[in-house]
């Protein structure tokens, strides 16, 4: 209907410049990282390493919601619920002592995973934009819930997770130290960053760009869209709820505002600012993001407005975010549009 | 966070009442305190509560009204719908810091926020109507719209919450049922701005261009209608209408920043339910849902009440995956 692209599309690139493929962005994240974490350990920087913990930790979310975005074009306004769903596992367990490092990353998973299909079933059985206002209620709904339960803290969250050791065989990560964690952070960011890469490009992520391309031709070819969604979305679910799980042990609680509309909102921002179906930009977005509010928020309490502001101007003229800067012309199922219906 | 319809009072009363009726013994004389019973509970307890429900679902039809045209014409999910709610109150806050009375607030707010709606619709909705996603980037941008808004009142008018005087205390009884002045007000003048709407929608010829616009927009224009103008001035109404609910509303619930977001998720609710697009739905829904959540309180804790709706929009929507009622571009 509408002539594609007018707002997206760019002027057709300048073919005297050389630009930075996406991939260049990939190997630069570890190397800048580990710069900046040997420059913490030698400084004896505590602050700043763990923002930047909590900054890859936030990556995690955006990379779930990027999945769903990017790849298989669901807007999810509730993956914020998957996080908290993974944070108060881990607190809990944590809290009681019942688990350590590994039982505590399985378990969010474990309950992740049924929570996903279930609510999947519901919000992708009906589509566009019934399932954004699906997820959206879900996360409302847990939220609140939560918020008014006791035995979960209520309000004031749970506080009290222990610190505690990550036990790799070969050698053991102490997350109280600040490097440690960071690393290990960046190493299950980076991991989750080649898996997703990886599926992305297997079948099974083709069909779902087919599918967000266009749904109907999917069909058509014989593939069952639904299921496809489905396990796109679990998949999306378990990768925040990983995420999520890693939270408290950074800080050491939890509380509903994770699970709030604020948490699923920024998620989104993350990956419009860092680049939708890419993979690599959100993990940049988290960064720039988490760099962004901690600057305005030493200077006003009000960084919510600049950031928004910011927000609708990356939509309306760099909808392509970090990534999309670096973007050669065949890269990433951003480019591929189809009208859609 | 959460607030809920004033409730716990007559519930608690109900209690009492119930408690005490066993106590009394003897064979007729039981029969007639059951009776009794009954009927004060009817009296004291269910009729006020559902006359509760019927103000909020009078109020929540208006925000839901707004976001149902809104989606039905513009194909626009306005995620700042509460956000204007809001405005439409803290306008009014404003304004009574001037000396302005309530009656005149009630008529000055919606040609206030009307203007605010056209040059945001033109200003930053139209520019990315011709992008392919453009579901998602318009939902986007009311998401940005929404945080900054928020923001944006917690700035000018600080955290804390505040409350306007009532501007009709007193109450009125009506068959040994007690209901508030101010309650009965909103009831009418809700119920008056619906069939306005109704009538503009359906019955005029601006109506006409609207739903003949959310039908074929392309056709439409080549019949000479300005379509862009008409989007612009459908999105302003629809916000107007939020932020007279939020005039409405400020003196029964509270002003603070974030009253937006609870409010709006009922009325998300109820225009899934009665069917995204659809005026009617969005009446029926709207009064349904808010009459389950008023009179379930009496029996559950009223933070139960959210899940609840949740779990029948969930099993409407597994029945009919499109709601209940028809997208008025159809209709």
């Known amino acids: 209907m509408h002539p594609a692209n007018t707002v997206v599309s760019p002027a057709a690139p300048a073919p005297a410049r050389r630009r930075l493929g996406v991939q260049h962005l990939v190997i630069a994240f570890p190397v800048l990282s580990l710069t900046f974490a040997s420059i913490g350990a030698v400084l004896g920087e505590t602050f700043y390493l763990r923002l930047a913990t909590e900054a890859l930790i936030l990556a995690g979310l955006a990379l779930s919601v990027d999945i769903l975005l990017g790849y298989t074009g669901l807007l999810s306004l509730g993956q914020a619920l998957y996080f908290g769903l993974g944070a108060y596992t881990a607190a809990y367990l944590l809290g009681q002592g019942a688990v350590g490092f590994w039982g505590a990353l399985l378990s969010s998973l474990a309950l992740a995973t049924p929570v996903a299909l279930l609510a999947g079933l519901v919000a992708i059985r009906s589509k566009g934009v019934y399932f954004i206002l699906i997820t959206f209620g879900l996360a409302q709904v847990a939220a609140k819930t939560i918020y008014n339960t006791r035995e979960l803290g209520g309000s004031d969250g749970l506080v009290g997770v222990p610190v505690l050791q990550a036990d790799f065989g070969l050698f053991r990560v102490d997350l109280g130290s600040p490097v440690e964690f960071f690393l290990l952070m960046l190493a299950l960011i980076m991991g989750l960053y080649l898996g997703l890469n990886y599926l992305m490009h297997t079948p099974f992520g083709r069909t779902l760009v087919a599918i967000r391309s266009n749904e109907h031709r999917v069909r058509f070819l014989g593939f069952d869209p639904w299921r496809y969604k489905l396990a796109a979305y679990a998949v999306a679910a378990n990768v925040a709820a990983l995420s999520g799980a890693m939270y408290p042990m950074l800080r050491g609680f939890v509380s509903p505002e994770l699970l709030y509309f604020k948490m699923s909102a920024d998620a989104v921002i993350t990956v419009i600012f860092g680049g939708v179906g890419t993979l690599i930009g959100p993990i940049y977005g988290s960064v720039a993001l988490v760099g962004l509010r901690t600057v305005l928020g030493s200077w006003t309490e009000h960084y919510h407005m600049i950031i928004g502001a910011l927000f609708m101007l990356a939509v309306i003229f760099m909808p392509r975010g970090i990534a999309g800067l670096f973007e050669r012309k065949e890269s990433g199922p951003a480019q591929d549009e189809a009208e859609r219906t | ?331």
Do not use: C
């Not at chain 2, 009142?153 to 409350?163: A, E, S, V, W």
């Not at chain 2, 306005?196 to 927009?217: E, N």
């Not at chain 2, 009665?274 to 009179?295: D, E, K, P, W």
């Open chain 2, 1 to 331: 966070m959460a607030r809920r319809p004033s409730v716990r009072t007559p519930a608690s009363a109900s209690d009492d009442t119930l408690r005490l009726a066993p106590g009394t013994s003897g064979g007729a004389a039981r029969r007639e305190t059951v009776m009794t019973v009954a009927i004060e509970y009817l009296q004291f307890v269910l009729a006020p509560q559902m006359l509760n429900g019927l103000t909020i679902g009078v109020a929540v039809v208006l925000v839901a009204l707004g976001l149902s045209i809104i989606f039905g014409l513009l194909d626009v999910v306005n995620m700042a719908h509460g956000e204007f709610y809001a405005l439409g109150a803290f306008i009014s806050m404003s304004l009574y810091s001037l000396g302005v009375s309530f009656w005149l607030a009630l008529v000055l707010v919606p040609p206030i926020v009307i203007p605010i709606g056209f040059l945001i619709e033109r200003g930053l909705i139209q520019r990315v109507y011709q992008h392919d996603q453009r579901h998602v980037l318009t939902l986007l941008l009311t998401v940005g719209l929404s945080i900054i808004m928020e923001d944006a009142f917690d700035l000018i008018y600080g955290p804390n919450t505040m409350r306007p005087e009532n501007p009709l205390p007193g109450s009125t009884e009506f068959l040994g049922v007690i209901l508030p002045n101010y309650r009965l007000f909103l009831l009418a003048v809700g119920v008056a701005t619906i069939l306005a709407t109704w009538l503009v929608i359906y019955r005029t010829r601006l109506g006409a261009m609207i739903r003949a616009a959310a039908f074929d927009k392309h056709m439409t224009a080549s019949l000479g209608v300005p379509v862009l103008r008409v989007y612009a001035g459908t999105f302003a109404f629809g916000v107007a209408l939020a932020g007279f609910a939020g005039v409405l509303l400020a003196p029964i619930y509270s002003v603070f920043p974030t009253m937006g977001h609870d409010f709006v998720l009922l009325a998300f609710t109820a225009v899934i339910v009665g069917g995204i697009g659809s005026f009617y739905g969005a009446v029926i829904a709207g009064l349904l849902l808010a009459q389950i959540q008023a009179i379930s309180s009496l029996y559950i804790p009223p933070y139960w009440s959210d899940p609840l709706l949740f779990a029948i929009m969930v099993a409407v929507l597994v029945v009919r995956p499109q709601g209940l009622f028809n997208w008025m571009g159809k209709g």
